[in-house]
C-alpha cells in the first residue's frame, strides 16, 4: 500500500473494519483533500520555522554590530573625555593608555602619532604604545619623509602589506621594517605651514587586511588626537606670540601727519624707514593738500578711503580722544594693515594729529589666534557630541526600531494577501515618517560636527533650545536630572551662526546638568527664553549648588573650571562665540543654583569672528 493506513473505513453507519479475508481501500483514496491539508499545514509550519530561524540569525547578527559600534562609541567618548581633562601636557601624559585602548580595541600591535616639526623627514615627536609581549626591533633614528609628503597632501595611508608601497618610499621602508611594521593604516591630524601630524596603527605579527569599518573608526578617532594637537601646537605658540608682540611694538614705525581744521595737510614727516601708510593716502596727501578731498576722490575705487574720511572729519568736528581706525592695503602684491590714531589738537585753531602705524604682523597673529579658537570650538563640539554618545544612540534607536518593525509588519501583510493594502500602506507611511526623524537627528549631529568658514543666516532661539533639549535628554535622564523648556511665543530670529549659537547653549545645559546632579531633590534645569526689545534672552537656570563669589568674575576665562575633571575652555570659547555675535553672556548665582543668561541683539550682522 501506497501509505500503509488501511486500518479501517468510516461510512454512514460509523467505523467499518476489513473483512477477515479482505483489504480496506487506502486512506488517500477515499480523502485526498483531508490528507492534502495535513501535508499542507506541515509545510506551512516548516516555511514559518525557518523563517523564524532566519530572522533570529539577522538579528544576532545586527545585535552584533550593534554592540562593537556601541563598544566604539564608548571608546570615542573616553577617548575625547580625557584629552580635554587638564592641560594639553596632562592630556599628552595619557596618550600611552589611550593609545593602548585603541589598540585592543582594533586587535593590532601598535598605535601612535607622529608629528613633524618642521620641513625636515625626521619626526619632531613620537609618541606609540606597543602591544607587550609582541617582538619588534626600535631603530635609533626614524626617518619618514615619504609619511611626512602624505600627511602634508593630508592622504590616507592604507597597506595591508609593505610590499606594495609606492616608489619613492624607500627610506620610509627600511624604518618600517626595521620597526618589524608588516601593514599600517594612517590617518592625517593636523597640517600648518611648518608642522604636520599623522595617526596611525601598525600589525608587527602578520599581515592584515584593513576594512572600511577600520579606517572610519580610525579617521573618527583621529578628529579626537587631532584636537589634542593642534591644543599643544596653540599652547606653544601662545608663549611664542606674547614675545612677537613685543618684538614687533618695539620695532614698528611710525608716519605723522598734522592737519589743520579746515582739513589741509599743514605737515608731513615722510618717516625713517619703510613707508607704511597706503600708497593711495601718501600720494595725495602732501604739504598743502586737502586730505579730505582727496579722501572722497578715491572712496568710490578704495573702500578703505572712505572709512579713514569719516574717522578724519568726526576727529575735526571735536569732542572725543584719540581714534583709532584700521586700514588694509596691498604692498608689492602683499596683504598689509596700518592703523590710524587720530587726536584733536589741544589749541584754539583746532587741527588734528594722525600717527600711522604698520600692524600686519598683529593681524596676522589675530587671524591665526581665530582660526586656532575655531580650531579648540570645532573640538569642543566633537567633546560635547562624546559627553553625549547615549543621548544619540537612545535617540537614533527609537525611529531605527520603529523601522524594522513596521518593514516587518508589512511584509507579513503583503504575504497574507491583497486585502491589507491599507494596513501595508500605512505601515509604509510610518516608515517614512521614522525615516525622516532619523535624517533629522543625523543631520542635526553634521551640524554640530561641521568644521568650515562661519555662515551667517536667521536662527530660530526656541528651535535650538528645543533641539539642544533633545540632545541633553538621555544624558539628563541617566543623572536623574530634568530639563524644561519656557519659550516666548513670536520670539524674534537673531542673525547669526546656528551651529555656534547650538555650541553655546549645549555647553550651558551640559554644565546646569552636571551641577545640578551632585544635589538633592528636586534636581531641574529651564531653559527660558524672553523677548527684551532690542535684545533677545536666553536663560538657563539650575538647581545645583550655585557659584561661589569669589569665582564669578573669572567663570569665563580660560582654563578656569569649578569642576575637578573640567579643562576650562568651553564657557571661555561660549563667552567668544557670543561677543563675536555683537552680545552678552553672563552669571549669578542667586542663593540655590546658578544662572546663565545670553543677551542677543537683533538685526546683527552676524560676522562672527
Not at 139 to 164: F, N, Y
Not at 257 to 286: H, I, K, N, S, Y
Request: a negative charge; glycine letters at 12%; hydrophobic letters at 45%.
Amino acid at each position: 500500500m501506497a501509505l500503509g493506513l488501511a486500518i479501517g473505513t468510516i461510512g454512514a453507519g460509523g467505523l467499518q473494519l476489513p473483512d477477515a479475508g479482505g483489504t480496506t481501500p487506502p486512506l488517500w483514496r477515499d480523502h485526498p483533500l483531508l490528507l492534502a491539508g495535513i501535508v499542507g499545514l506541515i509545510l506551512l509550519q516548516m516555511g514559518l520555522i525557518a523563517g523564524l530561524l532566519y530572522q533570529g540569525r539577522r538579528r544576532a547578527r545586527a545585535q552584533g554590530a550593534l554592540d562593537r559600534q556601541l563598544a566604539f562609541e564608548t571608546l570615542l567618548s573616553e577617548v575625547s573625555r580625557r584629552l580635554l581633562t587638564g592641560s594639553a601636557e596632562e592630556a599628552s601624559g595619557q596618550l600611552p593608555a589611550l593609545f593602548g585602548m585603541v589598540g585592543e580595541h582594533f586587535g593590532v600591535d601598535r598605535v601612535g602619532i607622529v608629528q613633524w616639526r618642521d620641513q625636515t623627514a625626521r619626526p619632531g615627536k613620537v609618541v606609540a604604545w606597543i602591544r607587550p609581549g609582541v617582538p619588534g626591533g626600535e631603530p635609533g633614528r626614524i626617518e619618514l619623509p615619504w609619511l611626512h609628503a602624505a600627511a602634508r597632501r593630508r592622504e590616507i595611508l592604507r597597506w595591508d602589506s609593505l610590499e606594495g608601497l609606492p616608489a619613492g618610499a624607500e627610506g620610509d621602508l627600511a624604518t618600517l621594517r626595521a620597526l618589524s611594521t608588516r601593514s599600517l593604516l594612517a590617518v592625517p591630524l593636523a597640517v600648518t605651514p611648518d608642522r604636520a601630524a599623522m595617526l596611525g596603527m601598525t600589525t608587527r605579527t602578520g599581515e592584515r587586511v584593513w576594512t572600511d569599518q577600520d579606517l572610519e573608526g580610525l579617521r573618527a578617532l583621529a578628529r579626537a588626537f587631532g584636537g589634542h594637537v593642534l591644543r599643544e601646537w596653540v599652547e606653544e605658540e601662545a608663549a611664542q606670540s606674547h614675545a612677537l608682540n613685543a618684538a614687533v611694538a618695539e620695532a614698528v614705525a611710525s608716519e605723522v601727519a598734522v592737519v589743520d581744521a579746515d582739513g589741509t595737510v599743514w605737515w608731513m614727516d615722510d618717516g625713517a624707514g619703510e613707508r607704511v601708510t597706503p600708497e593711495w593716502l601718501w600720494e595725495r596727501a602732501a604739504n598743502g593738500t586737502d586730505i579730505l578731498a582727496a579722501l572722497e576722490e578715491i572712496s568710490a575705487t578704495v573702500p578703505a578711503a572712505a572709512g579713514l574720511g569719516q574717522v578724519l572729519r568726526a576727529a575735526l568736528a571735536g569732542g572725543g580722544g584719540t581714534r583709532h581706525h584700521e586700514c588694509r592695503h596691498l604692498r608689492a602684491g602683499q596683504e598689509r594693515w596700518c592703523e590710524a590714531h587720530v587726536r584733536p589738537l589741544d589749541r584754539s585753531e583746532g587741527g588734528i594729529v594722525l600717527a600711522f602705524n604698520d600692524v600686519s604682523d598683529r593681524k596676522r597673529l589675530e587671524l591665526e589666534s581665530q582660526t586656532r579658537m575655531h580650531e579648540l570650538a570645532h573640538v569642543n563640539r566633537v567633546a560635547s557630541l562624546g559627553e553625549l554618545t547615549a543621548s544619540l544612540a537612545h535617540e537614533l534607536n527609537q525611529p531605527l526600531t520603529a523601522i524594522l518593525s513596521n518593514a516587518q509588519a508589512a511584509r507579513l501583510l503583503l504575504d497574507a494577501g491583497p486585502a491589507n493594502d491599507d494596513e501595508v500602506r500605512g505601515a509604509l507611511d510610518d516608515i517614512v515618517q521614522d525615516d525622516r526623524r532619523a535624517g533629522e537627528i543625523i543631520l542635526r549631529i553634521r551640524r554640530l560636527l561641521r568644521k568650515g568658514a562661519i555662515e551667517p543666516a536667521p536662527v530660530d532661539l526656541n528651535g535650538l533650545v528645543g533641539d539642544v533639549a533633545q540632545l541633553a535628554a538621555a544624558t539628563a535622564g541617566k543623572r536623574r536630572v530634568a530639563v524644561a523648556t519656557r519659550l516666548a511665543p513670536d520670539l524674534p530670529t537673531v542673525t547669526g551662526d546656528p551651529v555656534q549659537l547650538q555650541q553655546v547653549l549645549l555647553n550651558l545645559v551640559i554644565n546646569a546638568v552636571d551641577a545640578t546632579a551632585q544635589s538633592d531633590e528636586p534636581r531641574l534645569v529651564t531653559v527660558s527664553t524672553r523677548n527684551g526689545g532690542p535684545l533677545v534672552e536666553v536663560e538657563v537656570r539650575d538647581t545645583g549648588p550655585g557659584i561661589p563669589a569669589d569665582h564669578l568674575p573669572r567663570i569665563f576665562n580660560s582654563f578656569f573650571s569649578t569642576k575637578p575633571d573640567g579643562l576650562g575652555m568651553g564657557l571661555s570659547i561660549s563667552r567668544r562665540i557670543v561677543e563675536a555675535h555683537g552680545g552678552r553672556i553672563w552669571a549669578e548665582s542667586p542663593g540655590r543654583g546658578a544662572v546663565f543668561r545670553v543677551a542677543l541683539p537683533l538685526g546683527t550682522p552676524g560676522e562672527a569672528r
